[in-house]
């Protein structure tokens, strides 16, 4: 199925219901009309990191189900797919072999040796030092082969996520065969996880290095598009990289939008986020919430500095369970330029100050994805988090069908289903048309889309939470 100007709901195959068919049935009978895409979060078989260190492409995790649930829910929503662009999993049959047989496993060359990458087998201090690291030593992992020797191997996230070297005839192979597996199960947009990360020289950062990573956008887009399928790169970093593959003509994530509406209500001023709405372009998805926290180095310069701090202080202190330790290495947390939280629990479990936020994005450029913990405005999952020592799973709460059919009896969720119906159904807010955002008074937000003779106004009072659409 096409991509459509809909509303994507962003979800693990376990979260609403146990599995595939479960979530099927969700879809169709609790929630249709609501969305009109699915970002199915990987549902391959992983060994870590909920389904971020795929085995294998080629089949579902039997405990989701089959490509037979996935292609279901495909007839009637359009489809979001990962592919992991830059790593796979050390437990995956490619990985393994290679331990095993070193130079003579056929998979040699989808790895990145440390012995072949820098000139002398290791970086210098000053090379490490200019790598974008998400350890605070280089990035590898110790290998020992089945022959008793030992190796540095290219791993830039945890131990069971072992970086792919993309620019080998093997791995483009391995990518070229996936994305078009994906393609033949019903994906109408594939996410590119990590993307920015792929691409390694030595003496850079490692890290959004041009012009190598345009190719490998290009190439990835030839790969897919014969089937109409589009690639969206998963990028967390300062918004002018956005920008920048914006202007190539490429789908964007707007991250920047969760910490500017959020300042915007707990300051109930809305300077920051008309300019950014009035910059942002209409190719794009936009999110409030995602399976990560809410992004801070996204905001970077659209903010200022003390605002920015202001903000964070906020959704400590006025968040419902939003706690400084949940962000620490007690927790695992994998980056500090994020807050652990809910979306709902970040503005105190306020059901207007809610709303509020939903109707910005929905009202804002580009398609909104609204994940699943914030579609049923769920709290933080302390328990859950607490069993795992994961900060990110506060944000992860499983939903058994029958949990979901209470959730969905609470006001709060009748209403926040119907702003995303009016979001779906009116042609203002075609992605051909124009927006218009004015500051109305001291606390006043008004954001207006147009499109032809149709048009769609959101008046927002951003001290008071209270707003009023106004519709052709």
Known sequence: MQLKNEIMLIT???????????????LENDIKDAVGGVHILPFFPSSADRGFAPMRYDRVSPEFGTFADVERIGKSYYLMFDFMINHISRSSEFFRDFEKKKDQSEYRD??????????????????????????????????EFGDGSREKVWCTFCEEQIDLNVESAATKKFIRENLVSMCSHGASIIRLDAFAY???????????????????????????????????????????????????????????????????????KGKYLREWLLMSPMKQFTTLDTHDGIGIVDVKDLLPDEEIEFTKDKMFA??????????????????????????????????????????????APGIPQVYYVGMLAGANDIALMESTKNGRDINRHCYSAEEVKEELKRP?????????RFRNRHPAFSLEGQ??????????????????????????????????IRCS
């Not at 990145?112 to 087998?121: A, L, M, P, V």
């Open 12 to 26: 693990y195959a376990d979260s609403l219901g146990s599995n595939l068919k479960e979530l099927g049935d969700i």
């Open 318 to 363: 006025e968040g419902a369970n939003v706690k400084k330790i949940y962000n620490t290495e007690a927790y695992n947390n994998l980056d500090i330029y994020q807050v652990n939280t809910t979306y709902y629990a970040a503005l105190g479990e306020n059901d207007n100050a809610y709303l509020l936020a939903r109707a910005i994005q929905f009202f």
């Open 110 to 143: 989808l790895f990145i040796r440390y012995k072949d990458f820098w000139e002398n087998g290791e970086p210098t201090a000053e090379q490490v030092d200019k790598i974008y690291k998400r350890k605070p030593r280089a990035p590898y992992t110790d290998v």
């Open 412 to 420: 709060v969720i009748k209403d926040l289903l119907a702003l995303m």
């Open 198 to 268: 792929a691409v390694k020289k030595p003496d850079t950062s490692c890290f959004f290095v041009k012009p190598d990573i345009w190719n490998l956008l290009r190439e990835t887009e030839a790969l897919v598009k014969p089937y109409g399928v589009e690639i969206l790169p998963e990028i967390h970093e300062h918004y002018s990289i956005q920008m920048e593959i914006a202007g190539e003509k490429f789908w964007i994530y707007d991250f920047a939008l969760p910490v500017l509406t959020l300042h915007a209500l707990y300051s109930g």
């Open 435 to 468: 927006i218009e955002v004015a500051l109305t008074g001291e606390h006043g937000l008004r954001i207006t889309r147009k499109q032809g003779e149709h048009f769609a106004v959101l008046d927002a009072d951003l001290k008071r939470h209270t707003f009023e």
